[in-house]
């Protein structure tokens, strides 16, 4: 079973504007990490986030970690085009194995 | 190649047949994961190699799929008998580190295998 939802399912914008998109997760975690992709390709890592860390920058891109909410967020600020993909948070558990366990995906459009 | 490759990018096969899907991981890395993504789905965790062992297959669906990995490089994720629901896109990554079995290392994803059964 998916252990991340992300919402909005779905996200249209104007280049220029800010993207933020939300994930939350069920079981505690030692660190959730976002991806992209885009069409008809892999998944290419963004940024990961440690349980004990409450946010993170690279770039545009800034992400937040609530681990008393079980969320995170992550913001592209002045979003271009090119950013158009899937987007997908992905959580371990704190022991044991851990799988990389991903959410369903938010659709990021960015018009010109 | 300096990333995860994959053969071969597209299968179309018969229901009922064989397929062997490819994985060759980035030098160096000992932890290689195989994932299935249906169309517009998130990613299914199918199985996980530390070196040439699998600690853990709880993702695979069924007995009709098996997967191996040697000399601690490549990787077949072997489908049997295949139906029409085995359809789907089949990604491989790979990692550098696992630490204490936590995933401490960032997955490099190959572009996959789309796997259409008829």
């Known amino acids: 079973s998916q252990q991340g939802e992300e919402d909005p399912q779905a996200l249209s914008i104007q280049e220029g504007e800010n993207a933020t998109m939300n994930c939350s997760y069920k079981t505690s975690i030692n660190n959730l990490q976002w991806y992209r992709q885009n069409s008809g390709r892999g998944l290419v890592h963004l940024i990961l986030i440690r349980s004990n860390e409450r946010e993170k920058h690279s770039g545009r891109l800034r992400v937040t970690l609530d681990t008393s909410k079980k969320s995170s967020s992550l913001l592209i600020t002045a979003s271009r085009a090119a950013d158009t993909a899937s987007y997908f948070c992905?959580?371990?558990?704190?022991?044991?194995?851990?799988?990389?366990?991903f959410g369903t995906g938010t659709r990021l459009l960015v018009s010109p | 190649g300096a990333g995860v490759s994959q053969s071969p990018s597209n299968k179309v096969t018969e229901k009922g047949k064989d397929v062997e899907l490819r994985c060759d991981p980035i030098s160096g890395h000992t932890a290689l994961y195989w994932y299935r993504q249906s169309l517009g789905q998130g990613l299914e965790f199918l199985i996980y190699?530390?070196?040439?062992?699998?600690?853990?297959k709880s993702g695979l669906p069924s007995d009709r799929f098996s997967a191996e990995r040697t000399g601690g490089s490549v990787s077949t994720l072997t489908i049997q008998r295949t139906q029409q629901e085995d359809s789907a896109v089949y990604l491989c990554?790979?990692?550098?580190?696992?630490?204490?079995?936590?995933?401490?290392?960032?997955?490099?994803f190959g572009n996959g295998t789309r796997l259409t059964v008829t």
């Open positions: 990554a790979s990692s550098l580190v696992v630490w204490k079995g936590l995933i401490n290392s960032p997955l490099h």
């Open positions: 190699f530390q070196g040439n062992s699998a600690p853990d």
């Open positions: 992905a959580t371990d558990g704190e022991t044991g194995f851990q799988k990389l366990v």
